[in-house]
């Protein structure tokens, strides 16, 4: 499995962008589709965005699109997201989660999992 730490985050006003970053370690990072989830307080997780083994293919949320951006250096083992154009709605723990499978394609379906490893999660407080 991927040992992921993320880093990043923080407090921004409505309208602000912040990077959120995930480092892997362990077995072959480039192999594994990443996601990123959230949870807001009292809230269940949910689906924020993923990108391909190969950093070819991004699927986001509807609630996200045009504002965030998952890239990924296959080279440095680690994913990004990038948040612009933050809204009080994004306050939330946001987690990083590597694909159980290998290759796995990332489509519509991708977040129910499996998950091989969950990030450690990292704050991210919008105030408006």
């Known amino acids: 499995q991927l040992q992921l730490v993320q880093s990043g985050g923080g407090l921004v006003q409505t309208g602000g962008s912040l990077r959120l970053s995930c480092a892997a370690s362990g077995r072959t990072f480039s192999h594994y589709a990443m996601g990123w989830f959230r949870q807001a307080p009292g809230k269940e997780r949910e689906f924020v965005g993923a990108?391909?083994?190969?950093?070819?293919?991004?699927l986001y949320a509807d609630s996200v699109k045009g504002r965030f951006t998952i890239s990924r250096d296959n080279a440095k083992n680690m994913v990004f997201l990038q948040m612009n154009n933050l809204k009080a709605d994004d306050t939330a723990v946001y987690y990083c989660a590597a694909d159980l499978l290998e290759g796995r394609t990332v489509v519509d379906g991708w977040s129910a999992g499996p998950f091989g490893s969950w990030g450690q999660g990292t704050q991210v407080t919008v105030s408006s």
């Open positions: 990108i391909s083994w190969s950093g070819g293919t991004t």
